[in-house]
């Protein structure tokens, strides 16, 4: 019996056997199969020892009210990571100026470092990971903190290659433990750097990395050309996260640059540079949207449908916003979306799978 290689392929396998255990009980019922009561125990005894497996190792969920709770419980993890990172960030400030150098140089120092060590201690008590992601966050912000101060603190000219730094540490506490929302925060950082640095090229301050959208647009493409290239053969669940951010950091560029082509270094005038990304948008959002469908990656599929409406929306209100009554221009739109519905429900009778 091969063991799930993580947690989120343990609560995949629960799941199923969960959906398989319904589905056993509607054809016993319905005498589609008949099953022996020696063999109903066995296939009962054999998922009940699977199930407690998982969550003993694991820490699944095993039932719907445990899925519930792990929820909540995640909203808390990160509703608290960001107020306790918060009230470190103002802590310091309000006690900094009471401190001599050498104590102020141990903290910072000491802080990321403190929380990296209570990160392997909860790893190895706890099955659950909200308190390996809660010091994590924190590990994170205290790591920033620590860069941001000693720089102001000895008179160090800022660079973007503290972005590189801040996301090359949150990603290796991703891999550390298998946390996505570190790696999220890690690849933005990168994504940030690499614009900036891109900046510098132009010869413009790397603080100005936002007057240039299509910096993100480089990066993005490259973040979401990892997972194609380098298997994530222990933490499966990575790969979306690469291309979720990818994607989000590109299309929100173009988005951007729809709205107001200044930013852009194609040798055009403004109006000409926002028609060409309008039109990059509609037409890269859809195909998005069906490279995700096709290929089953389901954060392509909705942040290609997301973005779809937006473009979709605001082209709307580009057209028809000053030229039609506010009632006839919202009439317009609930009826174009419906139409859109339709195309949608025909599709999907289209692919449906028939006996």
Same mark, same amino acid.
């Given at each position: 019996?091969?063991?799930?290689?993580?947690?989120?392929?343990?609560?995949?396998?629960?799941?199923?056997? $969960?959906?398989?255990?319904?589905?056993?009980?509607?054809?016993?019922?319905?005498?589609?199969?008949?099953?022996?009561?020696?063999?109903?125990?066995?296939?009962?005894?054999?998922?009940?020892? #699977?199930?407690?497996?998982?969550?003993?190792?694991?820490? @699944?969920?095993?039932?719907?009210?445990?899925?519930?709770?792990?929820?909540?419980?995640?909203?808390?993890?990160? #509703?608290?990571?960001?107020?306790?990172?918060?009230?470190?960030?103002?802590?310091?400030?309000?006690?900094? =100026?009471?401190?001599?150098?050498?104590?102020?140089?141990?903290?910072?120092?000491?802080?990321?470092?403190?929380?990296?060590?209570?990160?392997?201690?909860?790893?190895?008590?706890? @099955?659950?990971? $909200?308190?390996?992601?809660?010091?994590?966050?924190?590990?994170?912000?205290?790591?920033?903190?620590?860069?941001?101060?000693?720089?102001?603190?000895?008179?160090?000219? /800022?660079?973007?290659?503290?972005?590189?730094?801040? =996301?090359?540490?949150?990603?290796?506490? %991703?891999?550390?433990?298998?946390?996505?929302?570190?790696?999220?925060?890690?690849?933005?950082?990168?994504?940030?750097?690499?614009? %900036?640095?891109?900046?510098?090229?132009? *010869?413009?301050?790397?603080?100005?990395?936002?007057?240039?959208?299509? $910096? +993100?647009?480089? %990066?993005?493409?490259?973040?979401?050309?990892?997972?194609?290239?380098?298997? *994530?053969?222990?933490?499966?669940?990575? /790969?979306?996260?690469?291309?979720?951010?990818?994607?989000?950091?590109?299309?929100?560029?173009?988005?951007?640059?729809?709205?107001?082509?200044?930013?852009?270094?194609?040798?055009?005038?403004?109006?000409?540079?926002?028609?060409?990304?309008?039109?990059?948008?509609?037409?890269?959002?859809?195909?998005?949207?069906?490279?995700?469908?096709?290929?089953?990656? *389901?954060?392509?599929?909705?942040?290609?449908? =997301?973005?779809?409406?937006?473009?979709?929306?605001?082209?709307?209100?580009?057209?028809?916003?000053?030229?039609?009554?506010?009632?006839?221009? +919202?009439?317009?739109? =609930?009826?174009?979306?419906?139409?859109?519905?339709?195309?949608?429900?025909?599709?999907?009778?289209?692919?449906?799978? *028939?006996?």
């Amino acid at each position: 019996m091969d063991l799930p290689k993580n947690r989120q392929e343990a609560q995949f396998r629960a799941d199923r056997i $969960h959906l398989f255990r319904d589905e056993l009980n509607t054809l016993l019922s319905e005498k589609v199969i008949l099953l022996s009561p020696a063999q109903q125990a066995a296939i009962q005894d054999y998922h009940q020892k #699977l199930l407690g497996q998982y969550s003993t190792q694991f820490g @699944t969920d095993t039932t719907e009210k445990e899925k519930k709770i792990s929820a909540g419980m995640l909203a808390l993890t990160l #509703l608290g990571g960001f107020a306790i990172c918060a009230g470190v960030f103002f802590m310091f400030y309000q006690f900094w =100026g009471y401190l001599s150098s050498p104590v102020k140089i141990s903290i910072l120092v000491l802080s990321p470092l403190v929380f990296i060590g209570l990160m392997e201690v909860f790893a190895r008590r706890e @099955t659950t990971p $909200h308190y390996v992601t809660l010091c994590a966050l924190l590990a994170l912000a205290c790591f920033v903190l620590n860069l941001n101060v000693l720089g102001y603190m000895f008179n160090i000219t /800022p660079s973007p290659n503290a972005l590189l730094v801040w =996301g090359l540490f949150g990603v290796s506490l %991703a891999y550390l433990h298998g946390l996505r929302l570190l790696l999220a925060l890690g690849l933005l950082s990168i994504i940030a750097f690499a614009s %900036a640095y891109l900046v510098t090229f132009r *010869h413009y301050y790397w603080f100005n990395l936002f007057d240039r959208p299509e $910096h +993100f647009i480089v %990066a993005g493409a490259f973040i979401f050309c990892v997972p194609f290239i380098f298997r *994530h053969r222990i933490y499966s669940y990575f /790969p979306p996260v690469y291309r979720g951010i990818g994607l989000l950091s590109i299309l929100f560029s173009v988005m951007f640059l729809s709205l107001s082509g200044y930013g852009s270094y194609l040798p055009w005038n403004s109006d000409q540079v926002e028609t060409l990304y309008e039109f990059i948008g509609i037409a890269g959002s859809g195909v998005v949207l069906w490279v995700g469908i096709r290929s089953n990656f *389901h954060e392509m599929a909705n942040i290609g449908l =997301g973005f779809l409406c937006l473009f979709f929306y605001l082209k709307m209100v580009s057209w028809f916003w000053d030229s039609l009554p506010r009632w006839m221009f +919202f009439m317009l739109l =609930g009826a174009i979306t419906i139409g859109l519905l339709i195309l949608l429900k025909k599709f999907r009778a289209r692919d449906r799978v *028939h006996p």
